[in-house]
């Protein structure tokens, strides 16, 4: 992820480093490289130009351009700014601050690796925080997706929730949060129904759900490899449902990384983790400032 848009910002801040002074001129002209980079790179259009106008703003001055390392400088500039796009410094934890058991809704359209994901916080949960948790799936219209959460969870080593026929998902949900409270678990992640793709009966679904059990958080799943759709899917679950954070899987993929510059100013939820992997543990907390610097080089 992020090889090609950081193989050519490399290129880019080399070329001014090299140089010694600078010109608005050639923070000009390496801005419209930035600005070709970016777009090449999937990073939405809004997102593009806010991002190289503020970079000009700060970076055109004589403050920058007269000083020791201008190049240098300029990149710092382009530094921040980026750790800005992907959402500020420091990763942003999940929250579970609320009373036990803390409902989390998980909610993402099929195929992003939801349930995975799921199962991926389940065991974070358990192994670094002690916490216990139970998995229950709310996928009602697809039997092999709620045998699919009962063998992460087997795998995870995590209670999930015995599958009932011919309950809602709001009845799940219910005697999820029941079997919680009842059996002293400390979280409860209801993984929820996906579709291929976005419809009003899915987002009607979720809404139900979210409001009888009203969860700490609403995590969406998107998959980094959907570049510009990913985006698109976050902003309308955003508009539907409210989302609280955004889970980034596929990170091991070969992804030109724009989703995940684009997600904070789109649909202002933070990306919280992101997965590199199938395996159970390849679920890491996103530190934007980390990947900045990976993306300059
Ligand atoms: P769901 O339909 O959204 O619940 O998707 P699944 O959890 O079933 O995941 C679909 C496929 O993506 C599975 O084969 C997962 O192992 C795989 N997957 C999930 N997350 C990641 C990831 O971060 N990286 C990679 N390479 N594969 C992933």
Known sequence: MFEALSGRLSGVFDGLAKRGALSEADVLEAMREVRLAMLDADVALPVVKDFVNKVKERAVGAEVLDSISPGQ???????????DALGGAGAVPLNLNA???????????????????????????????????????????????????AQLAEQV?????????????????????????????????????????????LMEEVRQVRAATQPAETLLVVDAMTGQDAVNTAKAFDEAVGVTGVVMTRMDGDARGGAALSMKAI?????????????????????????????LG
Do not use: C, W, Y
């Open 157 to 201: 080593g995590v209670p999930s929730l015995p599958i009932v026929a011919g309950q809602t998902p709001v009845d799940i949900a219910h005697r999820a949060m029941d079997t919680g409270r009842r059996e002293g678990f400390d979280v409860v992640i209801l993984d929820t129904a996906g579709r291929l793709s976005i419809d009003e009966a």
């Open 99 to 149: 009373a036990a058991p803390v409902p989390v809704l998980m909610v993402g359209l099929q195929g992003s690796g939801k349930t995975t994901t799921s199962g991926k916080i389940a065991l974070r949960l358990k192994t670094r925080e002690r916490k216990k948790v139970l998995l229950a799936s709310l996928d009602t219209q697809r039997p092999a997706a709620q045998l699919q959460l």
């Open 73 to 83: 400088a300029v990149a710092k500039i382009v530094n921040d700014a980026l750790i």
């Open 267 to 295: 649909t202002g939820a933070p990306i919280k983790l992101t997965g590199s992997g199938e395996k159970l543990d390849a679920l890491e907390e996103f530190h934007p400032e980390r990947v900045a610097g990976r993306i």
